[in-house]
């Protein structure tokens, strides 16, 4: 594992938008993009390998290594395969820095430009949240914690900010998870508390966030929050007694086969930054993505129950956010994207990272797509959710 710290990075406006929150593409996969121009011919160090035999993926868990197949192999459209293979290397996108499309449990899409490789741990941003979210919904499976538990309760170090608050004595777990605490937190602005703050501070991070005002009454107004999901550290190292980092590397990262990772710490207790912190390799963000398409199983371990990935899935805040042509809703530390155009389904879900990072999940297509990038804009940060739309689930069968 590397511990070094990761610091949270983000241009103004795609913060300002989360905030508001503001073949042949089996046989070819990545190219290293450099000034010149890259010849996109080449062979690559992922190329993609055609699978042996299949199968529908339903048994299967990733070793050390994902296996792979052909785009054709497995249901996609090798011809748009290909061109998107093509558009990426060439830098249609210059954001993006990997793409990766795991159906029915084979990387049949592996593209890495600029100096990416599949083996550089990659900043999650503020996807870091979901993680949160399988954390919490962990300690929930163990009997830790419960969503309906009083926030006040759990800190009585905090008791003078909170218990004898009447504005934030009623928070429960639950106000943090659908970021409906009421905690004033800013993802930007250079008030107090805001991100830029915390991040900058070698204080008590909690006690931070607890002295800032309440933005509106617990329960009430959504509003994106890092703050909550860093609070949400706080209540696992209360009912666990570890740090959430410590919990999350023996009892989901081990178990998944994530070792390699960093994550931004702080105090008290080590308190990793469970808002936009951890840092993983791309192909380690598609576990993530494959876990919650399982439904919380992995191999013979129930991690979390379905019941929980089914919770994160509600769609407690619809509207949150509208990028692109793209309404976007918020469950619990999970973002809800808009059906599948031509049919009902509306199980779209996704991890969602500032400045280009997506862990996208279609349970109905079995589909599993993760995005990194270095994106400047809201239209690029949201460069995935259009090639999702306009290219990839119309190419998958």
Sequence with gaps: MTNQAVRPAGSSSVRRACRTLACIAGAIAVACIRTT????????????????????GSAYWPAAQWRTALPAQVGMDSAVMASLSHDVRSRKWPTVRSLLIVRRGYLAFNEYVDSTTPQEIQPLQTATATVTGLLVGMAVREGKLQSGDGVPQLFPEYSDLLLYNPFKSGMLVDHLLTMRSGLSFSEEDATSPSLQGLTRTSGDWLRYIFSGPMHGAVGEGWSYSSGDAIVLGGVLHAVIGEAANEYARHALFTPLGISDYSWFTGQPNGLPQMGGGLSLTAPDMARLGYLLLRKGQWGGAQIVTPGWVANMSERKTPGAVHWLRYSLDFGRMLWELPPIPGTTASDVVAAVGIRGQWIIVVPSRDLVVVATGNASSVEEHATAVQLLYDVILPATR
């Design 37 to 56: 121009e890259p010849d996109l011919s080449a062979p690559t160090p992922w190329q993609i390998q055609p699978a042996a035999t299949l199968d529908d």
